[in-house]
Nanobody, 115 residues
Framework: QVQLVESGGGLVQPGGSLRLSCAAS????????MGWYRQAPGKQRESVAT???????NYADSVRGRFTMTADIANNTVYLQMNSLKPEDTAIYCC?????????WGQGTQDTVAS
């Protein structure tokens, strides 16, 4: 069982930055790919960024160049640095750990981009 705890969300003005953290309860890298997902009100959940077990990152087109996902293997934590935030980035952001047979989700953190 893997527990994921996100932190770092909040309210920020357009053009601002936030950094999200997702701390895992155990050693997860090499066993799980990690991802950040978001769900805006009235919309389906979408993938924002992922890191594969080989350390390869992928980003949604809507955030590429603005968001950066990194992993701190020693501390079992992944981060999502979000810059140049836009109102349309407002959503609940969740991290997940996806293995071959199981997927774990964090509880999510609310990020609001507004003036």
């Amino acid at each position: 069982q893997v527990q994921l705890v996100e932190s770092g969300g909040g309210l920020v003005q357009p053009g601002g930055s936030l950094r999200l953290s997702c701390a895992a309860s155990g050693s997860i890298f090499r066993r799980y790919s990690m991802g950040w997902y978001r769900q805006a009100p009235g919309k389906q959940r979408e993938s924002v960024a992922t890191i594969s077990t080989y350390g390869i990152t992928n980003y949604a087109d809507s955030v590429r160049g603005r968001f950066t996902m990194t992993a701190d293997i020693a501390n079992n934590t992944v981060y999502l640095q979000m810059n140049s935030l836009k109102p349309e980035d407002t959503a609940i952001y969740c991290c997940n750990a996806a293995g071959i047979e199981t997927t774990f989700w964090g509880q999510g953190t609310q990020d609001t981009v507004a003036s």
